[in-house]
């Protein structure tokens, strides 16, 4: 009869009482501090279209990306970073809002390994404001 492992997998981790408790609060406080800033939480899925992240010139996926196929049989990815989905947003969902577009997030993105044992699955928290005039642009990063 075979053992089954049933411990974490290399590249992920456990987060047990206080270190969980340490995490939970470090994102509470970024997510307050931009909220307090003007900037208006935005959740993307864990799991978008591949095309979506192979899109990015500046990216190449290779085999850095988790990749699937849905019940369509449609190429998909999970999230291995959080801008590329905002930009997805401002493309396609707010198209009607007036700008500026202030947003922030907070969650976890997935990377396959590539060389030894670094976490594939992180938390990633920022914000991101987008807007038309290139002059505002500095400004708004500072």
Do not use: W
Not at 5 to 19: A, H, L, N, S, V
Not at 83 to 106: E, G, H, S
Request: charged share 30%; net charge neutral; aromatic share 8%.
């Amino acid at each position: 009869m075979k053992s089954t492992d049933y411990g974490r997998t290399d590249g992920r981790r456990d987060y047990i009482f206080g270190d969980a408790e340490l995490r939970r609060g470090i994102c509470e406080k970024l997510m307050s501090l931009m909220r307090e800033s003007g900037y208006k939480e935005t959740v993307t899925p864990t799991a978008e279209s591949y095309d979506v992240f192979s899109a990015d010139p500046t990216r190449p996926m290779g085999n850095s990306v988790y990749k699937f196929t849905d019940e369509q049989n449609r190429l998909m990815a999970l999230r291995c970073d959080c801008t590329v989905p905002i930009a997805r947003i401002a493309a396609t969902k707010l198209t009607d809002t007036p700008l500026p577009y202030r947003m922030f997030y907070c969650q976890n993105v997935f990377s396959a390994p590539s060389a030894g044992n670094r976490l594939t699955e992180e938390t990633q928290c920022g914000a991101k404001q987008i807007l038309t005039d290139p002059k505002k642009i500095i400004e708004a990063d500072i």
